[in-house]
């Protein structure tokens, strides 16, 4: 009799075990599946203005996480700063600011005024400094305009707990971004009679 008990815990046993491993190895699959070697696809279309400001589309989407939607909205959070953040499935993703300082500031001063950029490569020309996350660029000094005296403009690329870290990218992005806000009307005084 003690027989047919072995045979059938041994059969138990092992029936047990390759539950426990199949188990294992489905979890495996999924966590993997999830974790993805992929990033998620960025199913939204990036326009060729933002806020108002012309810049390539591909540039953006670089520093974007993946998502459905893609929304923008301007804030002015004082007289001298225009930001345009752009949200992916309802959460801040990347924000471009254009913001006046004193005249006379260097960009790695101006830099600290904003998170992501701590520890940033300056460019050779120290107009501009940027990490993997965020970038300050300034702008020619023939941007001048009389509402805002005695101030530089500077660029601002931030990207917003996306998990994006991308020093190349942000740093192309920066440099087109400041050059479309160099030829805009942020750089002009408005014409007679606006």
């Not at 993946?66 to 801040?92: E, H, Q």
């Amino acid at each position: 009799m003690s027989n047919p008990v072995r045979g059938s815990l041994r059969r138990h046993r092992f029936i047990g075990t390759a539950v426990a491993l199949t188990a294992a190895v489905a979890l495996a699959a999924t966590l993997s599946a999830c974790s993805g070697d992929e990033p998620p696809k960025k199913a939204y279309t990036v326009p060729p203005s933002l806020c108002g400001i012309t810049v390539e589309p591909a540039l953006v989407e670089d520093v974007l996480p993946g998502g459905d939607s893609l929304t923008t909205a301007t804030v002015k959070p004082n007289g001298g700063t225009v930001r345009c953040n752009l949200s992916v499935d309802g959460k801040l993703a990347l924000s471009l600011t254009q913001a006046w300082w004193t005249q006379g500031q260097t960009t790695a001063t101006v830099s600290q005024g904003y998170s992501g950029t701590d520890d940033g490569t300056m460019s050779e020309d120290l107009r501009f400094v940027h990490t993997g996350e965020a970038g300050v660029g300034k702008t020619v000094s023939s941007c001048k305009v009389s509402r805002q005296p005695e101030q530089d403009l500077y660029t601002v690329v931030q990207t917003r707990d996306s998990g994006i870290d991308a020093p190349e990218a942000i740093e192309k992005l920066l440099t087109a971004y400041t050059k479309a806000v160099e030829g805009s009307a942020a750089c002009r005084e408005p014409a007679a009679g606006s």
